[in-house]
């Protein structure tokens, strides 16, 4: 039972690792460990696996600094232009602030150039804060939902010791990715560990993977993903200040200010649209997996119009559909389509509603929408 199992409201903290996730099913560590530089005296993967899954904190806070340089092509926004707004975090530099006092008590801030976006727990009540537009979306939490069961799905959870955790997941990862471990970094300030891991296979665009964890609380401070070939991260979210301290309980205290919007419930968040109506899709196929580890492609079937004209493509998009239309064009025996061609991941959209994704060039897509 991980950290975040245990106390959920430490996913304010997801961003520090969901980098990882680019890695592809069956990325793996191997244990070998770099001599000491530094005053931290050195550890294994699977030691510091261990650590990772022991760590606990009554409260941190912190400025998070989030970049993302993708290598994707100059395609219109389809948020505000703020520089807070949550759904552009995909790209660009970002800047956040976080609080944490506990499972019913965080916030989190993003920081843009004349704005500011929130989002705060506090007790059961949750606020969504836009300063931009001066809105507000409030939204009531069961108390029930304040500490959920081990692995959050409220059945039975197989006992398992952090070691013998962090044991399995090295077994069941190991062919695929070699990693070191090195205890010589420095984040915000603080003396970190670092996990190192190298994929093994040639044909992914990723590179390196380093995830720096803190010597003394032993929390994620940095994620860095670095492309094949290259010194420079295409993506890196870490810290830059650092407290592993309680805040004071004001800072999760939120009134609107005068003349704000305020609404109840979040379903209009983040992007999303209610249509007004019922809605309809159509019955959904299984995604086709590719490959394996860090070369696995997927393929999937996107909803169609079925008032569209044969050839016109996935519908439902919605601001996306626009975006797609201004993506290179791309043909070969397996159809065509338009494609996303990034340093760490590449995805085609075809003509005839399907979508293949992967961290892999192009060809390799092409490969497997031939093959599925």
């Known amino acids: 039972m991980t950290t975040f199992t245990r106390r959920p409201v430490l996913r304010w903290l997801v961003p520090l690792v969901a980098a990882v996730v680019l890695a592809g099913a069956g990325a793996a560590i191997a244990t070998t460990s770099a001599g000491a530089r530094s005053s931290l005296a050195p550890r294994t993967a699977a030691q510091l696996l261990v650590d990772v899954q022991k760590a606990k904190v009554e409260g941190l806070s912190g400025t998070v600094v989030q970049t ?17 707004d949550f759904t552009g975090l995909v790209s660009g530099s970002h800047t956040l602030r976080v609080w944490y006092a506990g499972p019913t008590r965080a916030r ?50 197989v ?61 994620p401070l940095r994620v860095q993903v670095f492309p094949r070939g290259s010194g420079t991260p295409a993506f890196e979210v870490g810290f830059t200040s650092f407290d592993p301290s309680v805040p004071a309980g004001s800072v999760f205290a939120f009134n609107p200010p005068p003349g704000a919007k305020v ?16 809605q309809r899709h159509p019955k959904s196929t299984r995604p086709t997996v590719v490959g394996s580890g860090y070369s696995t492609v997927v393929v999937a079937h996107l909803p169609g119009d079925p008032a569209a004209a044969p050839g016109a493509g996935p519908a439902g998009l919605g601001a996306l559909d626009s975006v797609v239309a ?23 959209l075809t003509t005839d509603g399907r979508v293949a994704a992967g961290a892999v060039a192009p060809q390799a897509l092409y490969s497997a929408l031939s093959a599925s």
Do not use: C
Request: aromatic share 2%.
């Open 68 to 84: 993302a340089d993708l290598g994707l092509p100059a395609l219109p926004s389809t948020g505000g232009g703020s520089g807070s």
């Open 108 to 157: 989190l801030a993003l920081l843009g150039n004349m704005s500011e976006s929130d989002l705060i727990r506090n007790g059961s009540d949750v606020w969504l804060w836009s300063s931009s537009t001066n809105t507000a979306r409030h939204a009531t939490i069961p108390a029930s939902a304040a500490t959920p069961g081990p692995g959050g799905t409220g059945g039975p959870a």
């Open 159 to 219: 006992p398992l010791t952090p070691q013998q955790a962090a044991d399995r997941a090295l077994r069941a990862i190991t062919p695929t990715t070699s990693v070191t471990t090195d205890p010589a970094a420095v984040v915000a300030g603080r003396s970190a560990y670092q996990l190192v891991l190298q994929p093994k296979d040639t044909t992914t665009l990723i590179g390196t993977v380093k995830i720096a964890i803190d010597g003394k609380t032993h929390l």
């Open 263 to 278: 609404s109840q419930g979040l379903s209009g968040a983040a992007g999303h649209h209610d249509t007004g109506g019922p």
């Open 326 to 348: 201004r993506l290179p064009e791309v043909s070969g025996t397996w159809g065509s389509g338009h494609l996303l061609r990034g340093t760490l991941f590449s995805v085609l």
